[in-house]
């Protein structure tokens, strides 16, 4: 878990450090235009590079490309991993950087595409996910001096890059690899649902520091256990097994318990109740 808002969690610490890598790498070592053509997603040359789909994401043209993309994998890619969990989170971060070039590949039938590079795909699949979880979660734009709700600035890039697509025009953005990333982060998502009968993809509550919530529920649920007076004190076993499984909720979420676990905190909790 993280211990501050701005601490990073594994993938996305990763990420960042290994973008920011290979951009020093093509402006100081790798300066031909044959690294880029080497690694960038050409959908006409994927039979001969096929890595490409994946190593484009680890490109990006100019400095500003990278900030960008960086930015917005430090606001949404943190809390988005600490639910799904390091390995899931890079699994779906690249299933929706592959959904990038995927969709770019079916739209040569329309016409050339260019060559594609940049994280953009990826990590607006990782925004569909954060968006998901909290979609009136606030945040600033600049220059706007209020806030404005996470869904309607997802929406409001997720329809530019649309209406840019379906128009054509030329703003040297790869807006089908960015529709790509969020057609197969939705997929991702709503296969992992039906799968695993998650009610959610991903928890419906903004994060919060694993030290205090789980305190205060272990409060209650330590009351819970708690014997009457004319009842024998129950085994230490009881306490330890309901903070285990308190300890399982705040570090996997409730939805990683098993029916005995759940039936355990709600038998606890109806005891709480009745107290």
Wanted: with cysteine; glycine share 8%; net charge positive.
């Amino acid at each position: 878990m993280r211990a501050t808002p701005f601490s990073l969690t594994p993938w996305v610490r990763g990420l960042l450090i290994a973008n920011a890598v290979v951009f020093l790498l093509t402006i100081t070592v790798f300066t031909g235009p044959w690294f880029f053509d080497l690694f960038a997603f050409q959908p006409r040359q994927l039979i001969f590079r096929w890595w490409t789909p994946f190593s484009y994401l680890f490109l990006h043209n100019g400095f500003m490309h990278l900030a960008l993309n960086s930015l917005l994998l430090f606001i949404f890619g943190p809390a988005v991993e600490e639910k799904m969990g390091s390995r899931s989170f890079g699994m779906y971060y690249f299933t929706c950087g592959f959904g990038g070039a995927a969709l770019s590949f079916a739209m040569q039938i329309f016409g050339s595409v260019a060559p594609i590079v940049g994280a953009s795909g990826a990590i607006l699949g990782v925004g569909l996910a954060f968006t998901l979880s909290w979609p009136d979660a606030p945040m600033m734009v600049f220059p706007l001096p209020f806030p404005i709700k996470v869904k309607w600035l997802f929406g409001f890039i997720v329809m530019t890059d649309v209406l840019a697509a379906l128009t054509g025009a030329s703003t040297g953005i790869a807006h089908f690899a960015h529709l790509g990333g969020v057609l197969f982060g939705f997929i991702y998502l709503k296969g992992e649902q039906a799968i695993t009968g998650k009610v959610d993809p991903v928890i419906a509550t903004r994060p919060r520091p694993a030290s205090v919530v789980p305190q205060a529920v272990k409060r209650r649920a330590r009351r819970a256990a708690a014997p009457a007076n004319n009842q024998a004190p129950p085994t230490r076993t009881v306490h330890d097994e309901v903070d285990r499984v308190l300890d399982k909720i705040s570090q996997h979420g409730l939805e990683s318990l098993t029916p005995k676990e759940r039936k355990l905190l709600d038998e606890a909790s109806r005891q709480y109740r009745d107290s």
